[in-house]
C-alpha cells in the first residue's frame, strides 16, 4: 500500500512527459514530510491479545488491589499509555482511560509495545522512594511508582496468547510489587496513597468532586434504570432533584437547571441546550446532522465523553433519500452564555446562585469554570473514494472544538476531527481524474481548536490537539513507481488564548499552534507540536516562562516564534537541552534571560536563528457552525463568533461570498474588537424554494493593522429535501441503463430528475431500498457487463454512480425486494425466489418456481408477497400463491406503497401507474415520465411525511390522486365521475 500524507506526492505523468516534480522521489521523507508505508493493512481480526490491567492505591505496598483500606476521596482513574517501540518519536501514543475503578481495557496488535501510566514527575507520587528496613537495600531510593513515562516504560511483547515483558533493571523491586505475571494478558500499575499537592489546582478539584460527587450520590434511593438528573432551583433557594429519561432532554431541561448525567449516552438537540451547570459521567452525542452546542451558565464538568458524530454517520437517516456529498465531522461549541457577549441583552443574567448557595467563597472563583478529565473528540470528516466508474469523491473536513470559559482546567483529552482521508484502489481506476485535481487538496482538513478562557491550566496529564488533514492512500502494489501529483488534506489550526496559561501537558496541531496569554508558565511534561508553525505571543510587560523544558518539547515543521511587546521578557533559564526544534527560530524580545554560560545555540535546533527587538503581533480567528440544512423560503439566522487573539484592540474589514448568489444581509464592512476578546454577529440568509439547493459562503475578516492577519470561514448550507421520492430504472435499450426519481411534496405535483449518467453496458433489472439503512440496491440481469450481479447506489454523491458488492450466483436477476426487517429477497426468471445476502451479494434458492416472474415486492407489513407473472399479478402468504387480478397492462416493476395500493411500472410506456388491489387492479393514479420501459420501481413508506392512499387528497382538483378513481375537476355526480372521485 502507497500512502500519501498530506504533501505534495508524486504519481503517474499522464501526459507521458518528463513530470515537473520527478525529483520529489529523491529528497528524503523527513525533508519533504511524506511517510511512505508499503505493506497491507492488518484486518480487525487479527487483533491477537487483550491487554488488561488495574491503576490502583496500594496501600499495604504489596502489589495487589484487592485492598481492605478504601480510599475516601481519591479515585484511581487516570492513563495508560502504550507506544509500538519501533514508532517515531513524534507519533502520538495511544491512551486508554481506567474507569472510576482503575481498570482498564485494550485489544491490541501482534508486536513490542512500551507501555507506562501517567503521574505528574513534579507530585509527591512520583518523587517517592522505596525504602523499607533492611539496612543497605540496593533498592532504596528507587522511585517507588515506575514506568510513568514513555522514557523508563515497560516493554512488552504480545502474540496470539500473550505478553512477555523486557527484564529490567529492578526485576527485584517488581518481584516485591508482584504486579508482573508472566504469561497472562494483565499489567497492573500500583501506585502508594500519597496526595498531589498543586495548590490552587488541587483546591479546584476539590471544590468540582462537591458540585459533582461520583454518580452514585446522584441516586437518592430512586430508579437505578434511570440514567438523567436535574436540579430544580425553586424562587426559595430550595433544591428540587428530578430523575428523567434521556429522551425527555428537550422537553424538560431549562437554563436554570443542574443537569447530571450519571450513564449511558444521551442525544443533544440540533438546536443545543443551555444549563446552569452540567456534570457529564456517561456519553454526550450530538444528532445526525447537526452540531453538538452546549451553553452553560456556572460551571461545566466532564468525567465522560462528549462525542461528535463523524462524516459518515452525520448524516440524517431518512431514506431513500441521498445525503450530502460534503458531510463533515460534527464539530462540538462548549460556551460559558454570560461571556459571550456580555453588552448583549439577549445574554444570560450573570449569576451563579447554585455556587453561591454552596458557599464556595475563595479567591479562586469558580463561577464559568470548564474542567475536563474525560475526552472531548469532535467528528472526523467523510472518506473520499475512487471507484471504477472514474468517480472522485473527495474526503471531507472534520469538525471543530470550541471551548469558551472563565476559567478552563484541562486534564483530559481534547481533539477536533481529521480531515476525511481519500482511497484509490488502482491508479487506472482515477487517472484521468486525479489529473484534473492536481492543484487541489482531495482530502479533507483537519477541524480547528480553540481554547478561550481568563485562566488556563492544562495539567500534564491532559492532550489538546487539532484536527490532521486527511491522508491520501493509494492501494496499487503494480505500480510503485506512479508519479502524479496530489495533495492530501491541510490540518487545523490550534489557538490558546487567555489572561494567565499553564501548559503542562501535550498540544498538537495538524497545522500551527497559536498561544497568546499575559503570563505563561511551563514545565518538564510541556509539549507543544505543530506541522506548520508554533507562535506563542503576547503583549506589553508580558512573562514567557520556559523554564525546566523536555528535550524537544517545542517542535515545530517550519518556524517557532516567541514574541513580546515593551517590557515583555523570555524567560529560558533552567534548561539544559535543545528545547527547541524548528526550520527558524525567531524570538521578537528586549530581554531574554539564559542561565550563566548559556547561549541560544544551546537550546535550539534550528538552521536559522533570529532575535529581534520587541513586537506586538496580531491574530484573527473565525468560528461557529460550518454546516447548516433548513426549510425552502425560510430567514436562516447563522451566528459567527470573530476573536481577536492579539493583545491589542484591531479593527478588520470583513467580506462575504457565496457560491450561489443567494441574499445574504447583517454583515458589517468592518469591526472593531478589544485584545483578548471577540464579538457575535448574525448573518440572514434567505433560502430559496427549490430543495436540495446549496451554497457555500465565505467569510473573510482582514486586520487593519496587518494585512497579513487573515481569517477565513466557509459554511455550507443547504435547504432540506422534504419531498417523497420514488426511485426507478429505465431501460435504454438491452445494456444500457438510466436511474431516475420522481419527487413530490403532496403527490400532486411531481419532478422526475435523471440521475447521474447512463450506465452504458449494464443491464439493470431490478431495484429496492433497504427500510433500515436506506440504501438503494440494484441488480443486473443477462444483458449486460456482469450478469447477475449485485450493486448499491454510493451514498455519498449524487451522480447515480454503483458500488459493486459481487456476483449473486444467478444470472438473471430480473426482481428485488426487502422484507420490512430488512432481508434481502429476489427473483431468478425461470428457477424461483431467493434470499441474498446484501453484504457478500451471494444469493441462494430458496423455492423452486419455473414460471417468469417479473417483479416482487414485500407488503408493508411484511405478510404477503406480490409477483407479476406475465399479465397477472399473484399473492404468497408464506403457504399458498394465488392470483389477485389480471394487471391492466405489461407490467415489468411493482412496489407496494400502502395496505392496498401497488405502484407499477409498464413495459413501452412513459407512466408509472397505482392502482388499487382491492378493487380488481383498477388503475387510480398515473405520473408521467419521459422514460418509455421502466423495468424497476423503489419507494420507502418512512421517508414521506405524506402516505398515499391515506385520504389526503382533493376531489375536483383535476388531479387523479391514489384513492381516486378519476377526477374531473368537479364534486358533481352523474357525469361518469361521482363526487367522491369514484368512477360511475
Known amino acids: ?88 518519536p513524534r507519533v502520538r501514543p495511544t491512551r486508554i482511560r481506567t474507569d472510576e475503578n482503575g481498570y482498564y481495557k485494550r485489544n491490541i496488535r501482534p508486536g ?45 511483547t504480545v502474540d496470539e496468547w500473550s505478553f512477555s515483558r523486557q527484564p529490567t533493571l529492578i526485576d527485584e523491586l517488581d518481584t516485591r510489587y508482584k504486579n508482573i505475571n508472566n504469561g497472562s494478558n494483565q499489567l497492573n500499575f500500583p501506585i502508594p496513597p500519597l496526595g498531589n499537592d498543586d495548590g490552587q489546582l488541587q483546591e479546584a478539584k476539590d471544590w468540582i468532586k462537591t458540585i459533582c460527587p461520583s454518580p452514585s450520590d446522584y441516586r437518592y434511593g430512586q430508579n437505578d434504570e434511570k440514567s438523567l438528573f436535574y436540579y430544580n432551583l425553586g424562587s426559595d433557594g430550595s433544591e428540587t432533584v428530578w430523575q428523567l429519561e ?70 440524517s437517516n431518512n431514506p431513500p433519500m441521498p445525503p450530502e456529498k460534503e458531510i463533515i465531522g460534527s464539530s462540538i461549541f462548549i460556551q460559558n452564555g454570560h461571556l ?23 479567591n479562586w472563583d469558580l463561577c464559568g469554570m470548564f474542567y475536563n478529565v474525560g475526552d472531548i473528540q469532535a467528528g472526523k470528516g467523510k472518506q473520499g473514494s475512487c471507484q471504477s466508474y472514474k468517480y472522485l469523491e473527495k474526503g471531507t473536513d472534520g469538525g471543530l472544538v470550541e471551548i469558551y470559559a472563565d476559567i478552563g482546567i484541562q486534564e483530559g483529552d481534547i481533539t477536533a476531527g481529521d480531515g476525511g482521508k481519500i482511497e484509490f484502489e488502482r491508479y487506472d481506476d482515477c487517472d484521468g481524474v486525479l489529473w484534473d485535481y492536481v492543484d487541489q487538496r482531495i482530502a479533507g482538513n483537519g477541524g480547528e481548536t480553540g481554547v478561550y478562557a481568563s485562566n488556563i491550566i492544562a495539567t500534564a496529564s491532559s492532550v489538546t490537539s487539532s484536527g490532521d488533514g486527511g491522508d491520501v492512500v493509494i492501494t496499487d502494489t503494480d505500480c510503485p513507481e506512479c508519479t502524479q501529483e496530489v495533495l492530501g488534506g491541510e490540518g487545523g489550526n490550534l489557538t490558546v488564548w487567555a489572561e494567565n496559561v499553564t501548559v503542562q501537558g501535550k498540544a498538537y496541531s495538524g497545522n500551527s499552534v497559536y498561544v497568546e496569554p499575559d503570563i505563561m508558565l511551563s514545565g518538564k ?64 524580545a528586549d530581554t531574554i534571560l539564559l542561565d550563566e554560560g548559556v547561549i541560544l545555540q544551546n537550546l535550539i535546533d534550528a538552521p536559522t536563528i533570529e532575535v529581534h527587538p520587541s513586537k506586538i503581533l496580531y491574530h484573527v480567528a473565525l468560528s461557529g457552525r460550518k454546516q ?95 419531498s417523497c421520492r420514488v426511485w426507478g430504472v429505465h431501460d435504454k435499450g438491452l445494456n444500457n441503463s438510466q436511474l431516475f426519481t420522481i419527487h413530490s411534496t403532496d403527490f400532486q405535483n411531481f419532478e422526475v430528475i435523471g440521475l447521474g449518467h447512463l450506465h452504458e453496458g449494464y443491464d439493470l433489472e431490478s431495484l429496492d431500498i433497504n427500510p433500515l439503512t436506506g440504501e438503494l440496491y440494484l441488480a443486473s440481469s443477462t444483458d449486460g457487463v456482469e450478469p447477475g450481479y449485485l450493486y448499491k447506489l454510493n451514498p455519498s454523491n449524487e451522480e447515480g454512480n454503483l458500488v459493486s458488492i459481487g456476483d449473486i450466483g444467478f444470472t438473471r436477476v430480473d426482481s428485488l425486494s426487502f422484507h420490512p426487517e430488512g432481508v434481502l429477497w429476489g427473483w431468478e426468471r425461470g428457477q424461483g425466489l431467493l434470499k441474498i445476502n446484501p453484504i457478500t451479494g451471494i444469493g441462494e434458492l430458496v423455492i423452486p418456481y419455473t414460471e417468469d416472474v417479473e417483479d416482487i415486492s414485500w407488503s408493508l407489513d411484511g405478510k404477503l408477497l406480490y409477483a407479476v407473472q406475465h399479465d397477472e399479478l399473484l399473492v404468497w402468504d408464506g403457504n399458498t400463491l394465488t392470483t389477485v387480478c389480471s394487471m391492466p397492462r ?67 382538483d383535476n388531479v387523479i390522486q391514489p384513492n381516486e378513481q378519476c377526477d374531473d375537476g368537479n364534486t358533481t355526480s352523474g357525469d361518469g365521475c361521482s363526487d367522491v372521485c369514484l368512477t360511475e
Open 628 to 722: 447548516i440544512e433548513a426549510e425552502a423560503n425560510t430567514n436562516l439566522p447563522i451566528e459567527i463568533s470573530i476573536s481577536n487573539v492579539g493583545p491589542k484592540e484591531d479593527t478588520y474589514t470583513l467580506n462575504i461570498s457565496d457560491s450561489a448568489d443567494w441574499a445574504i444581509t447583517g454583515l458589517p464592512s468592518s469591526i472593531t474588537v478589544d485584545g483578548l476578546k471577540r464579538k457575535n454577529l448574525i448573518l440572514n440568509v434567505t433560502l430559496p424554494s427549490t430543495m436540495g439547493a446549496k451554497d457555500v459562503i465565505t467569510i473573510t475578516a482582514t486586520s487593519q493593522t496587518d494585512s497579513k492577519v487573515v481569517a477565513v470561514m466557509d459554511i455550507r448550507v443547504s435547504v432540506k429535501d422534504t
Open 890 to 956: 405489461e407490467t415489468e416493476g411493482i412496489e407496494a406503497i400502502s395496505e392496498n395500493m401497488l405502484m407499477f411500472g409498464a413495459h413501452g410506456n412513459k407512466n408509472v401507474y397505482v392502482i388499487d388491489v382491492n378493487n380488481g387492479c383498477q388503475e387510480i393514479s398515473n405520473i408521467p415520465t419521459p422514460y418509455n420501459d421502466i423495468e424497476g420501481i423503489a419507494w420507502s413508506a418512512s421517508s414521506c411525511p405524506l402516505q398515499l392512499g391515506s385520504g389526503n387528497s382533493v376531489c375536483g
Open 340 to 362: 459571550l457577549d456580555p453588552k448583549d441583552e439577549n445574554s444570560w443574567e450573570f449569576g451563579c446562585d447554585f455556587l453561591e448557595r454552596k458557599e464556595y467563597k475563595h
Open 525 to 588: 511534561d510541556t509539549r507543544i507540536t505543530a506541522k506548520k508553525d508554533v507562535v506563542i505571543f503576547g503583549g506589553d510587560n508580558w512573562e514567557l516562562k520556559l523554564n525546566n523544558l523536555s528535550d524537544e518539547a517545542i517542535t515545530a515543521g517550519r518556524n517557532i516564534i516567541l514574541a513580546v511587546g515593551n517590557g515583555g521578557i523570555v524567560d529560558l533559564r533552567n534548561n539544559n537541552s535543545k528545547i527547541f526544534k524548528a526550520v527558524k527560530v525567531e524570538i521578537f
Open 112 to 156: 513490542e509495545y512500551k507501555i507506562w501510566q501517567y503521574l505528574d514527575p513534579t507530585s509527591a507520587l512520583a518523587l517517592a522512594k522505596f525504602e523499607d528496613s533492611t539496612p543497605d537495600d540496593p533498592f532504596d531510593d528507587v522511585p517507588l511508582v515506575r514506568w510513568a513515562s514513555s522514557k523508563d516504560a515497560m516493554v512488552i
Open 1 to 88: 500500500m502507497l500512502h500519501l500524507r498530506r504533501t505534495p506526492v508524486p504519481t503517474r505523468n499522464l501526459n507521458l512527459e518528463e513530470p515537473p516534480n520527478r525529483w520529489w522521489r529523491f529528497v528524503p521523507a523527513l525533508a519533504v514530510g511524506l511517510a511512505l508505508l508499503v505493506g497491507s493493512i492488518i484486518p480487525v481480526s487479527s487483533l491477537a491479545a487483550t491487554v488488561t490491567g488495574y491503576r490502583f492505591f496500594d496501600f499495604d505496598n504489596d502489589g495487589y488491589n484487592n485492598e481492605s483500606i478504601e480510599p475516601e476521596s481519591e479515585s484511581p482513574r487516570g492513563s495508560i499509555y502504550y507506544r509500538a517501540v519501533n514508532a517515531s
Open 246 to 315: 434521556s429522551s425527555q432532554w428537550e422537553t424538560e431541561f431549562d437554563e436554570n437547571q443542574i443537569v447530571v448525567l450519571t450513564y449511558g449516552t444521551v442525544e443533544i438537540p440540533p438546536v443545543g441546550v443551555k444549563v446552569r451547570g452540567i456534570c457529564n459521567y456517561g456519553t454526550l452525542k450530538n444528532r445526525a446532522g447537526s452540531d453538538l452546542k452546549i451553553e452553560f451558565m456556572e460551571f461545566f464538568v466532564n468525567y465522560g465523553q462528549i462525542e461528535g458524530l463523524d462524516g459518515d454517520e452525520n448524516i
